[in-house]
T-cell receptor, first 113, second 113 residues
Framework: GDSVTQMEGPVTLSEEAFLTINCTYTATGYPSLFWYVQYPGEGLQLLLKATKADDKGSNKGFEATYRKETTSFHLEKGSVQVSDSAVYFCALSETGANSKLTFGKGITLSVRP | DTAVSQTPKYLVTQMGNDKSIKCEQNLGHDTMYWYKQDSKKFLKIMFSYNNKELIINETVPNRFSPKSPDKAHLNLHINSLELGDSAVYFC????????????FGSGTRLTVV
């Protein structure tokens, strides 16, 4: 079945540091890929998405490129802020009527001033 | 306007009780979901409904029974609550097809004592 693997956390960075969070996936078809963010005490918010190979999703300074050849969707940001501290989830969804989101385990990012 | 709203936000109850969580979306989406987030933040799908029809039922105990009176509402009823049911339950919705972003509610934190 489908699965998503995220790098182990937690991750602690200083403000303005470069961020990379690795994500790889296994899927039978051609899934859409997503990054969701969960701020403390809140629900999940869609951060960015990509629906086909070589697409780049971007939002709030975050970027991720759909790499079919390496089955990866790594999240990057050039300069993190304290307000980026949250849990980040990589997820995939197959197309079709029975679509569902399959999540990675999530990784906690803490950014210190 | 809240897109996906869940009630209650917090629910504390004793073992053996029966409780319900309600979810409503005003996005006109066709499909609604229940996800469970455990204490390690792992998110797993429980159910999905498309236009009031049950589509996904992921090996969830029979004590959990979803009900969708119309495509804008998906409720979750839990019988004979157990300690292990303590978790955060998220409702979500999306347009049929999976490639679109899923919109999540803010979650219901259920604590069974």
């Amino acid at each position: 079945g489908d699965s998503v693997t995220q790098m182990e956390g937690p991750v602690t960075l200083s403000e303005e540091a470069f961020l990379t969070i690795n994500c790889t996936y296994t899927a039978t078809g051609y899934p859409s890929l997503f990054w969701y963010v969960q701020y403390p005490g809140e629900g999940l918010q869609l951060l960015l998405k990509a629906t086909k190979a070589d697409d780049k999703g971007s939002n709030k300074g975050f970027e991720a490129t759909y790499r079919k050849e390496t089955t990866s969707f790594h999240l990057e940001k050039g300069s993190v802020q304290v307000s980026d501290s949250a849990v980040y989830f990589c997820a995939l969804s197959e197309t079709g009527a029975n679509s569902k989101l399959t999540f990675g385990k999530g990784i906690t990012l803490s950014v210190r001033p | 306007d809240t897109a996906v709203s869940q009630t209650p936000k917090y629910l504390v109850t004793q073992m053996g009780n029966d409780k319900s969580i309600k979810c409503e979306q005003n996005l006109g989406h066709d499909t609604m979901y229940w996800y469970k987030q455990d204490s390690k933040k792992f998110l797993k799908i429980m159910f999905s409904y498309n236009n009031k029809e049950l589509i996904i039922n992921e090996t969830v105990p029979n004590r959990f029974s979803p009900k969708s009176p119309d495509k804008a509402h998906l409720n979750l009823h839990i019988n004979s609550l157990e300690l292990g049911d303590s978790a955060v339950y998220f409702c979500a919705s999306n347009r049929k097809g999976g490639g679109y972003g899923y919109t999540f509610g803010s979650g219901t934190r259920l604590t069974v004592v």
